[in-house]
């Protein structure tokens, strides 16, 4: 109990490398064994990630869980894990879709089941690593680590032009990783090094950053940027994402979605904003770009989904819409844009992966994810719908669902800057209506327009067991998010205080409210 | 006294009721029998509604200027810290609570009250529709929506209820979802809303950084805990000097919630999705699109009126956007066939009518008229379901007449519900009506003229909706002429009573010129009274007795001419309304195809986007990946090309060349590899030759150096 205690994370980290380890030798001919094997380690994953929300308490704003051994002395880097609650919540959303992925695979994958399986639960590994890695050199390991499995999971489970998604994807990731490795390198030269011993170690590179140029800083925040800008994706590095998503398998757009495009939003949090330089100009010019960048994304994909005539497709550019949000609120720079911006990144990993698993469910039954294909759905598929339903809600950000929260969070971040971008950004939140309930109306209204489509049958209980923990927890986080904001404040406002000090110096300057008494209360 | 009791301590469960039987039929509805579903779903709806009377009776018991409740469940959205205008820090809180003042009371009544009646009503009409279950199950959860809207006691949570009142909308309208037409004008209504809502959440989000709060009051908090209210913040902001009366900031506010009103209450321009909604089913029109939801914008501004009355621009906008709308939606009434497109045009207009009361700052006016509009337009949508129950799921106008006997109460009803719209005294219509255009005629005139004709053209189309329907020979094809019946109990009890409503319902407002007192008003006048009274609110002149009278005579007799008009018309046929149309063709095409605003909108603003999405979709597919990511690719290949070309003939063709020359050079040299002993050994002796040829000349140090 007390090694789990002291290594959770690593136990977190290596427990579906476990099972990817233990499905190797598991004969090839034991037909359903390797699926079995693997929803057992899905859910395992998911249950050994569950003390880190009991045992975290959400008053830490430090990092937490830290296991920091060396590893490669002669260069400095260490074995150094740690989360904070940022990165917390992104480790039990990994954990929680992993599960569901799996889960999502079981009548899908008929083929090569054993290579499926061990490559979803090494995918697994790779992506909690890149969320619970403290030094760069390992950080970097998992990032690309995690490439692999991704590219095999497309390229041989994925539909027709999965060959050409896979490396499209793989050569994308992997441009903006080469470069972000040059920045890492810079990092790792240009920091003191004190007694002659270099390091990796994150935080302690990041803090001497601090004393960088202000130039330097500009280069590697746009080193950094490109890694992230394509996993996000931001407009215009997106267009990997509509090929990938449309041609891997179920669970891995469920995956693509949930999580790895979160480990782009988290790098902006965790490397970007401390690169920010200090000068106000060419901070704003930076910002600046990266918050015109935004709103693009968000209108342009929400308008370019809205004339898909592939449902995938239309999901993957949402995407692109919904992450514009994201990266809105990260660079509004201050506690709400940051908060909602976090709490999104888990919503987006709900609804989409959620809304991934419904084409998924509809894909299984006719082998198509052509909108013109179906029509009238309803009245087969009635349970089918509510659920649809629901989660097309909780997408385009109806209050009570947790969309909402975060996009008003975010919103209310952003327009705390500039009421432009906020206005933009509500934009977004019109055309999220439009894109999705057309959608929905093309499929599910209407009466039934092919015969293939008269007696489908409606969800089975596999099919709910993916759905309805993803539906209560979107109704969770919409009617009671205080619980997820608590476990984000204190990082979001540490790192607020660190690259956006003005925020709280502003209040700092000021005369006590004495003549607003009012709100000045309400300032406990 | 403050108020106290079970039910204000219990207003939470207001809304919960009908939630909870809506969760139980959308979970289990299926399984339950209609009886069931009935009992449970008008029972709650019952339930609220004795709540609702327990509670605002409780209120009631406190003094006039001490009547707010409120309670604070729980924190419900806490983002952190805020910065708001002026650099300060709040901690921003949503809570999840309600307030229970006067405003909300009439609300909560009229929700509930018109909403029970609705529900009973349904159990008939809807009695042999598939998805009974799911059709109660929706009503329901647009009672607890729409009674969250109300009793909400900030913005955010009102936002809540006002999200959901228009899902639920769109799900009720496209209620009928096999039908094309029914789920796209369930979807029209609901992203129409949402360019309202985009409006409303920036409103609120200005709001919240320029007041550093969105609940709307703090009275009826404990004062220890230092909550802090938007009433209180405007009042201490205006005395600190840091807002002022006609503010930039507050206009903006006000305009922005203003956007999200004209949506919810379909005003110009966001009004095209109510006629629309009609293809829902009648009790969802008589609930949703008349008597509760469409009013939600009136009760926002209202309940925001500290911020209207200190923007003077803003409410001048409500006014005239209120009027227009009000004579525009009238017009198109004029000429409909269908008799729920006729109430439909007619909600618009009298929601313009409620607007126009708030523009000149009679907010009480407003929200009287909200009222006793709820009671005369759900029974003249009732009717209306009745009639089209009777005639067989007809329609069109142009195919009834002659059912004044046939179905005698809901004709007798009907006539109440059209007598009330007009503003017939003493129908409750008269005595709203009366005060908004009297409120109107002080602000300005043309605002006031602009309503006295809609007005008379208001009083014109409801009677000729009336005589077409219920006077003269029956023109129903043979089979609807064999079916026509009175509809059951449970839908002509409902209609009774909302018949008495729309008498006496007006009654409760009896203005002082009549020997009243206005206790409707005096009522809401609490709640009304604004942030800050000095600061230039908008104040009214007590006009004369004389003045007042003259008025109502006028109102009448338009009211009266319209009338005798539509009798002209419609009973009499001394005129024929065909010549007249016939007379001016562009007019009524105009008129009957509604100006063509759909067309426009689909044109200019529809089509616009949809081509701008597959533009942008050729132009990601073409340019940014073609271009971009593929040109990457092609450029890369390019280069390769170019390396490898480089690799064979540059850095590969040196080292051939090296290997070449090598190989050249080795051609003399192995001339001499013969093999032979005697060619080597005279070879080493010519070498040896050589070698001392060469040296000779130091051969002698090199011996001194051996020795």
Same mark, same amino acid.
């Given at each position: 109990?007390?090694?789990?205690?002291?290594?959770l994370l690593?136990?977190?980290?290596?427990?579906? @490398?476990?099972?990817?380890? @233990?499905?190797?030798?598991?004969?090839?001919?034991?037909?359903g064994?390797?699926r079995?094997?693997?929803?057992?380690?899905?859910?395992?994953?998911?249950?050994?990630?569950?003390?880190?929300?009991?045992?975290f308490?959400?008053?830490?704003?430090?990092?937490?869980f830290?296991?920091?051994t060396?590893?490669?002395?002669?260069?400095?880097?260490?074995?150094?894990l740690?989360?904070?609650?940022i990165?917390?919540l992104?480790?039990?959303?990994?954990?929680?879709?992993?599960m569901?992925?799996?889960?999502?695979s079981?009548s899908?994958?008929?083929?090569?089941?054993?290579?499926?399986?061990i490559l979803?639960?090494?995918?697994?590994?790779?992506?909690?690593?890149?969320? #619970?890695?403290?030094?760069?050199f390992l950080?970097?390991?998992?990032?690309e680590?995690?490439?692999?499995?991704?590219?095999?999971?497309?390229?041989?489970?994925?539909?027709?032009?999965?060959?050409?998604?896979?490396i499209k994807?793989?050569?994308?990731?992997?441009?903006?990783?080469?470069?972000?490795?040059?920045?890492?390198l810079?990092?790792?030269?240009?920091?003191p090094?004190?007694?002659?011993?270099?390091?990796?170690? #994150?935080?302690?590179?990041?803090?001497a950053?601090?004393?960088?140029s202000d130039?330097?800083?500009?280069?590697?925040f746009?080193?950094?940027?490109?890694?992230f800008?394509?996993?996000?994706?931001?407009?215009?590095f997106?267009?990997?994402?509509?090929?990938?998503?449309?041609?891997a398998?179920?669970a891995?757009?469920?995956?693509?979605?949930g999580?790895?495009?979160?480990?782009g939003?988290?790098g902006?949090i965790r490397?970007?904003?401390?690169?920010l330089?200090?000068?106000?100009?060419?901070?704003a010019?930076i910002?600046?770009i990266?918050?015109?960048?935004?709103?693009?994304?968000?209108?342009?994909g929400?308008?370019v989904? @809205?004339?898909?005539?592939?449902?995938?497709?239309?999901?993957?550019?949402?995407?692109?819409?919904?992450?514009?949000?994201?990266?809105?609120?990260?660079?509004a720079l201050?506690p709400n844009?940051l908060?909602?911006?976090?709490?999104?990144?888990i919503?987006h990993?709900?609804?989409?992966?959620a809304?991934?698993?419904?084409?998924?469910?509809?894909?299984?039954?006719r082998?198509?994810?052509?909108i013109?294909?179906?029509?009238g759905?309803a009245?087969?598929m009635?349970?089918f719908?509510?659920?649809?339903?629901?989660?097309?809600?909780?997408?385009l950000?109806?209050?009570?669902?947790?969309?909402?929260?975060?996009?008003?969070?975010i919103l209310?971040?952003?327009?705390?800057?500039s009421?432009?971008?906020?206005?933009?950004g509500?934009?977004?939140?019109?055309?999220?209506?439009?894109y999705?309930l057309?959608?929905?109306?093309?499929?599910?209204?209407?009466? #039934?327009?092919?015969?293939?489509?008269e007696?489908l049958?409606? @969800?089975?209980?596999r099919?709910?067991a993916?759905?309805?923990?993803?539906?209560?927890?979107?109704?969770?986080?919409?009617?009671y998010?205080?619980?997820?904001?608590?476990?984000?404040?204190?990082?979001?406002q540490?790192?607020?205080e660190?690259?956006?000090?003005?925020?709280?110096q502003?209040?700092?300057?000021?005369?006590?409210?004495?003549?607003?008494?009012?709100?000045?209360?309400?300032?406990? | 006294?403050?108020?106290t009791?079970?039910?204000?301590?219990?207003? $939470?469960?207001?809304?919960l009721?009908?939630?909870?039987?809506?969760?139980?039929?959308?979970?289990?509805?299926?399984?339950?029998?209609?009886?069931?579903?009935s009992?449970?779903?008008?029972?709650s709806?019952?339930?609220?509604?004795i !709540?609702?009377?327990?509670?605002v009776?409780?209120?009631?018991?406190?003094d006039?200027?001490?009547?707010?409740?409120q309670?604070i469940l729980?924190?419900?959205?806490t983002?952190g810290?805020?910065?708001?205008?002026?650099?300060?820090? *709040?901690?921003?809180?949503?809570?999840w609570?309600?307030?229970?003042?006067?405003?909300s009371?009439?609300?909560?009544l009229?929700?509930?009250?018109?909403?029970?009646?609705?529900?009973?009503?349904?159990?008939?009409?809807m009695?042999?529709?598939?998805?009974?279950?799911r059709?109660?199950?929706?009503?329901n959860l647009?009672?607890?929506?729409m009674?969250?809207?109300?009793l909400a006691?900030?913005?955010?949570?009102?936002?809540v209820?006002?999200?959901?009142v228009?899902?639920?909308?769109?799900?009720?309208?496209g209620f009928?979802?096999l039908?094309?037409?029914?789920?796209?004008a369930?979807k029209?209504?609901?992203?129409?809303?949402?360019i309202?809502?985009a409006?409303?959440?920036?409103?609120?989000?200005l709001?919240?950084?320029?007041?550093?709060?969105?609940?709307?009051?703090?009275a009826?908090?404990?004062e220890?805990?230092?909550?802090?209210?938007?009433?209180?913040?405007?009042?201490?902001?205006?005395h600190?000097?840091?807002?002022?009366y006609?503010?930039?900031v507050?206009?903006?506010?006000?305009?922005?919630?203003?956007v999200?009103a004209?949506?919810?209450?379909?005003?110009i321009?966001l009004?095209?999705?109510?006629p629309d909604?009609?293809?829902?089913p009648?009790?969802?029109?008589?609930l949703?699109h =008349?008597?509760?939801?469409?009013?939600?914008?009136?009760?926002?501004v209202v309940?925001?009126?500290?911020? /209207?009355?200190l923007?003077?621009f803003?409410?001048? *906008?409500?006014?005239?956007?209120? =009027? *227009?709308?009000?004579?525009f939606?009238a017009?198109?009434?004029?000429?409909?066939?269908?008799?729920?497109k006729?109430?439909? !045009?007619s909600t618009?207009?009298?929601?313009?009518?409620?607007?126009?009361?708030l523009?000149?700052?009679?907010?009480?006016a407003?929200?009287?008229?909200?009222?006793?509009?709820?009671?005369?337009k759900?029974l003249l949508?009732l009717?209306?379901?009745?009639?089209?129950?009777?005639?067989?799921?007809?329609?069109?106008?142009?195919?009834?007449?002659?059912?004044?006997?046939?179905i005698?109460?809901?004709a007798r009803?009907?006539?109440?519900?059209?007598?009330?719209?007009s503003?017939?005294?003493?129908?409750?219509?008269?005595?709203?009506?009366?005060?908004?255009?009297?409120r109107?005629?002080d602000?300005?005139?043309?605002?006031?003229?602009?309503?006295f004709?809609t007005a008379g053209?208001?009083?014109?189309?409801?009677?000729?909706?009336?005589?077409?329907?219920f006077?003269?020979?029956?023109?129903?094809?043979?089979?609807?002429e064999?079916?026509?019946?009175?509809?059951?109990p449970?839908m002509?009890?409902?209609l009774?009573?909302?018949?008495?409503?729309?008498i006496?319902?007006?009654?409760?407002?009896w203005?002082?010129s009549?020997?009243?007192?206005?206790r409707?008003e005096?009522?809401l006048?609490?709640?009304?009274a604004?942030?800050?009274?000095?600061?230039? =609110?908008?104040?009214?002149a007590h006009?004369?007795?004389?003045?007042e /009278?003259?008025?109502?005579?006028?109102?009448?007799?338009? =009211?009266?001419?319209?009338?005798?008009?539509?009798?002209?018309?419609?009973?009499?046929?001394r005129?024929?309304?065909?010549?007249?149309?016939?007379k001016?063709?562009?007019?009524?095409?105009?008129?009957?195809?509604?100006y063509?605003v759909?067309?426009?909108?689909?044109?200019? *603003?529809?089509?616009?986007?949809?081509?701008?999405?597959? $533009?942008?979709g050729?132009?990601?597919?073409?340019?940014?990946?073609?271009?971009?990511?593929?040109?990457?690719? $092609?450029?890369?290949?390019?280069?390769?090309k170019?390396s490898?070309?480089?690799?064979? $003939?540059?850095?590969d063709?040196?080292?051939?060349l090296?290997?070449?020359?090598?190989?050249?050079?080795?051609?003399?040299?192995?001339?001499?590899?013969?093999?032979k002993?005697?060619?080597?050994?005279?070879?080493?002796?010519?070498?040896?030759?050589v070698?001392l040829?060469?040296?000779?000349?130091?051969m002698?140090?090199l011996?001194?150096?051996?020795?």
């Open positions: 109990m007390d090694f789990f205690a002291h290594h690593s136990v977190i980290l290596y427990t579906p @490398l476990v099972g990817a380890l @233990l499905l190797l030798f598991v004969p090839r001919e034991s037909e064994a390797h079995v094997v693997g929803n057992l380690f899905g859910v395992l994953g998911f249950l050994v990630s569950l003390p880190l929300l009991r045992w308490k959400p008053g830490w704003s430090g990092f937490a830290e296991e920091n060396a590893w490669i002395p002669s260069i400095g880097a260490r074995y150094h740690g989360v904070d609650g990165s917390l992104l480790v039990m959303l990994t954990t929680f879709l992993g569901i992925a799996i889960l999502s079981w899908a994958i008929k083929q090569r089941q054993k290579e499926y399986y979803l639960l090494l995918l697994q590994t790779g992506m909690i690593g890149v969320f #619970v890695s403290l030094d760069f950080f970097y390991v998992f990032w680590v995690m490439l692999v499995p991704m590219y095999f999971l497309i390229g041989v489970w994925g539909s027709d032009r999965r060959l050409y998604a896979a994807f793989f050569l994308y990731t992997l441009a903006g990783s080469v470069v972000m490795l040059l920045a890492i810079a990092l790792y030269f240009y920091a090094a004190a007694d002659g011993t270099r390091t990796f170690d #994150v935080p302690t590179l990041l803090a950053a601090q004393t960088f130039p330097l800083k500009v280069w590697l746009w080193g950094f940027f490109f890694a800008a394509i996993k996000v994706p931001m407009f215009p997106h267009t990997w994402l509509p090929d990938a998503h449309t041609e398998p179920t891995g757009s469920v995956i693509l979605a999580v790895l495009l979160k480990m939003t988290y902006f490397f970007s904003l401390p690169l330089p200090a000068d106000a100009a060419m901070r010019k910002i600046h990266v918050i015109v960048l935004s709103l693009i994304g968000i209108i342009y929400a308008i989904s @809205l004339m898909q005539k592939d449902m995938k497709r239309l999901i993957a550019y949402s995407s692109v819409s919904h992450l514009g949000f994201c990266t809105l609120g990260i660079f201050n844009g908060a909602g911006s976090v709490l999104q990144q919503n990993g709900i609804s989409t992966g809304l991934f698993l419904i084409v998924g469910v509809l894909y299984e039954r082998h198509t994810r052509l013109s294909e179906f029509g759905l009245t087969p009635p349970n719908a509510a659920i649809y339903l629901i989660i097309s809600l909780s997408s950000g109806m209050p009570l669902l947790n969309g909402f929260i975060g996009e008003f969070t209310q971040g952003a327009f705390q800057v009421k432009a971008w906020a206005a933009w509500s934009l977004g939140v019109v055309l999220g209506a439009a999705l057309w959608l929905y109306q093309r499929v599910m209204f209407g009466p #039934v327009t092919q015969f293939a489509n007696e049958p409606d @969800l089975n209980l099919e709910y993916t759905l309805v923990p993803l539906v209560i927890l979107a109704f969770w986080i919409g009617i998010p205080k619980p997820f904001f608590a476990y984000i404040e204190r990082p979001v540490r790192i607020v660190q690259v956006n000090p003005r925020f709280y502003a209040e700092r300057t000021q005369a006590p409210t004495a003549e607003i008494p009012a709100v000045a209360a309400e300032t406990k | 006294m403050n108020p009791g079970y039910f204000l301590d219990h207003l $939470w469960l207001i809304p009721f009908p939630l909870a039987t809506a969760a139980l039929m959308l979970f289990f509805g299926k399984r339950l029998p209609k009886i069931g579903v009992v449970l779903c008008v029972g709806v019952g339930l609220s509604f !709540y609702g009377v327990g509670a009776s409780q209120l009631l018991a406190a006039p200027e001490r009547r707010v409740a309670q729980f924190e419900w959205l983002p810290a805020m910065q708001i205008s002026g650099g300060h820090l *709040v901690r921003f809180v949503a809570d609570g309600f307030l229970l003042d006067p405003l009371a009439v609300m909560v009229v929700v509930t009250g018109v909403g029970f009646l609705i529900h009973v009503y349904s159990v008939g009409y009695g042999h529709e598939g998805g009974y279950y059709f109660f199950g929706y009503m647009f009672m607890f929506a009674l969250t809207l109300v006691n900030n913005l955010l949570l009102m936002f209820g006002w999200e959901g228009g899902l639920c909308s769109y799900l009720l309208i009928y979802f039908k094309k037409s029914a789920s796209d369930g029209k209504a609901f992203i129409v809303n949402r309202g809502d409006g409303f959440l920036l409103g609120l989000l709001t919240a950084v320029t007041l550093g709060t969105i609940r709307f009051t703090a009826g908090l404990p220890s805990a230092g909550y802090s209210g938007i009433l209180q913040s405007l009042e201490s902001a205006v600190a000097g840091t807002l002022a006609g503010a930039p507050l206009t903006a506010i006000a305009l922005l919630l203003f999200g004209a949506g919810k209450s379909a005003q321009p009004y095209v999705w109510l909604a009609m293809e829902g009648t009790p969802v029109s008589a949703i =008349a008597a509760t939801m469409v009013t939600a914008g009136v009760y926002m309940r925001m009126s500290a911020v /209207y009355q923007a003077p803003a409410l001048d *906008v409500v006014a005239v956007i209120g =009027a *227009v709308t009000a004579v939606a017009s198109m009434a004029l000429v409909q066939n269908d008799i729920k006729i109430l439909a !045009y618009i207009s009298q929601l313009g009518y409620m607007f126009l009361a523009g000149v700052g009679a907010f009480a407003g929200i009287f008229h909200l009222m006793t509009h709820a009671f005369f759900a949508f009717g209306a379901g009745s009639v089209i129950h009777a005639m067989s799921g007809e329609q069109d106008l142009r195919k009834m007449g002659g059912l004044w006997n046939k005698p109460t809901t009803t009907f006539l109440i519900a059209t007598l009330a719209i503003g017939v005294f003493p129908f409750a219509g008269f005595f709203s009506k009366d005060e908004i255009l009297g109107a005629i602000r300005y005139f043309f605002l006031w003229l602009i309503g004709i053209m208001t009083a014109f189309y409801m009677f000729r909706l009336f005589f077409l329907a006077s003269g020979y029956s023109r129903a094809d043979e089979h609807a064999k079916h026509v019946h009175e509809s059951p449970s002509t009890v409902p009774m009573i909302l018949a008495g409503l729309s006496v319902g007006g009654w409760i407002g203005p002082g009549l020997g009243g007192e206005n409707f005096r009522f006048e609490p709640v009304l604004g942030a800050v009274t000095e600061t230039g =609110a908008v104040k009214f006009h004369g007795l004389a003045k /009278y003259f008025l109502m005579v006028l109102s009448l007799a338009i =009211a009266g001419a319209g009338i005798w008009l539509a009798y002209q018309f419609y009973r009499t046929k005129i024929a309304p065909e010549l007249v149309a016939a001016w063709p562009r007019v009524y095409d105009l008129l009957l195809y509604k063509y759909d067309e426009l909108y689909d044109k200019l *603003v529809v089509n616009r986007v949809k081509d701008l999405g597959t $533009w942008l050729v132009f990601d597919a073409k340019v940014i990946d073609g271009l971009g990511v593929d040109g990457t690719g $092609w450029l890369m290949r390019y280069a390769s170019i490898m070309w480089w690799d064979k $003939w540059v850095i063709g040196l080292l051939n090296v290997a070449k020359l090598t190989q050249l050079f080795s051609y003399p040299v192995r001339l001499l590899q013969t093999g002993f005697s060619n080597y050994a005279m070879l080493i002796l010519v070498g040896l030759a070698l040829a060469y040296y000779g000349r130091h002698h140090t011996l001194r150096a051996v020795h």
